[in-house]
């Protein structure tokens, strides 16, 4: 997620390149992008696992529902807000709705389907990312009020209402679909290790199996199929360029499918490098906000370090978002990415550090939404 954004931030193909392009990008930066796809996927499916966690634990289905519902909507007014003027450093900023508007519709509506039994939540879940699909290329070709509400739950874009501008990359019914198949699972996760780790990492294997059999056979499950290139290279980065907005079933089954694979061997990890993981992981929402904040200072310090325009990094989305092919920003090399990257856990790290003791010390209600 941090290597991901920081690349927004500082490197040369922040707004001007799609580095999964098979035709136009490198094998280092196709990898640099295509590493980060495992984390939204992961962070919605393990949030609808902690819902049905809670109820495990003796929490009670109304008090579940009221902290999904409050919190997703806790969720989208950060995204409108202390987020979106991350992003951009700009008043007045675009409202650019990414993971946190996805993952709080996704918890409202989980709000309410708690109260149903969990394996009909698992098969909707299921359903809809396994059909969602269907309704690709379907989509309103004129303006008006059916155009925003497709865009709002399937295919993202732009919308403008009056001077207002949105750009919804994360439209929410894909994501709804993962978190209730996280939920319907959840119940694995409190099973004896031996058999919750048996069922995960064949359910993995199943998912990453059948991505290879459906991107083979190129006909459905993600709306961009693949073709062979003049280097072989190329066609290997054209197989895995699958559409992350909104997730494709494809998307879906490589990314989840090595989660839930792998999760028996990260369950056992330890030593220092688990409990630096384990700290992110204990404050995640903390963790999101204040590294866009950290990435974005960092990145204008570098433009002008290197005697680079400052403007450009300093309101970048807000500019990338009202005309990308406009930006005069040169940008850095890959290599800073990955320094910078580096630079910004180091001082992120900290501070998750300090939270999440906080966190242990005190019980106080607001925490549980921070």
């Keep these: 997620m941090v290597l991901d954004h920081v690349r927004d931030f500082v490197h040369v193909s922040g707004s001007a390149l799609n580095p999964l392009d098979p035709d136009h990008t490198t094998p280092l930066l196709y990898l640099t992008r295509w590493v980060t796809h ?3 996927p992961t962070f919605v499916f393990l949030a609808g696992v902690s819902a049905q966690l809670q109820l495990s634990r003796g929490k009670s289905r109304g008090a579940v529902a009221w902290l999904l519902l ?8 950060l995204e409108n807000t202390v987020i979106g003027f991350a992003w951009s450093f700009h008043f007045p900023f675009v409202f650019f709705l990414q993971v946190m508007w996805a993952i709080g519709w996704s918890m409202i509506v989980l709000s309410a389907l708690v109260w149903l039994p969990r394996v009909v939540v698992l098969g909707l879940g299921a359903a809809i990312i396994a059909g969602h699909n269907l309704l690709d290329g379907i989509a309103p070709t004129q303006p008006g009020a059916l155009a ?3 865009a709002f739950f399937d295919v993202g874009g732009s919308v403008n209402l009056g001077r207002v501008r949105i750009l919804d990359v994360y439209p929410v019914l894909a994501w709804i679909g993962i978190m209730s198949f996280g939920y ?3 119940q694995v996760f409190v099973l004896p290790p031996g058999r919750r780790d048996r069922i995960l990492h064949w359910l993995g294997l199943a998912l990453i199996g ?3 059999v459906l991107r083979f056979a190129n006909a459905y499950g993600d709306p961009h199929p693949w073709h ?3 280097e072989w290279y190329r066609t290997v980065m054209a197989f895995f360029d699958v559409e992350k907005y909104p997730p494709s079933l494809m998307f879906v089954c490589i990314t989840l499918g090595p989660v839930l694979a792998l999760f028996p061997a990260m369950a056992r990890w330890g030593g220092a490098p688990a409990r630096i993981l384990a700290t992110f992981g204990s404050v995640p929402l903390f963790a ?14 570098l433009h002008i370090l290197h005697r680079i325009l400052a403007a450009g990094p300093f309101d970048i989305e807000h500019r990338a978002a009202l005309a990308a092919g406009k930006l005069n920003d040169p940008g850095l090399p890959l290599f800073v990415t990955w320094l910078a990257w580096v630079a910004v856990l180091i001082l992120l790290y900290p501070l998750c550090r300090w939270f999440a003791d906080v966190k242990r010390r005190r019980s106080d209600w607001w925490l549980g939404y921070l």
């Design 38 to 40: 495992f984390c939204a």
């Design 70 to 77: 409050t919190r997703g909507f806790w969720l989208i007014i």
């Design 148 to 150: 925003d509400l497709s």
């Design 184 to 186: 319907g699972l959840g």
């Design 210 to 212: 059948a991505f290879f």
């Design 228 to 230: 062979l290139r003049e």
């Design 288 to 301: 999101y906000v204040l590294h866009i904040y950290i990435a974005h200072v960092l990145a204008i310090v």
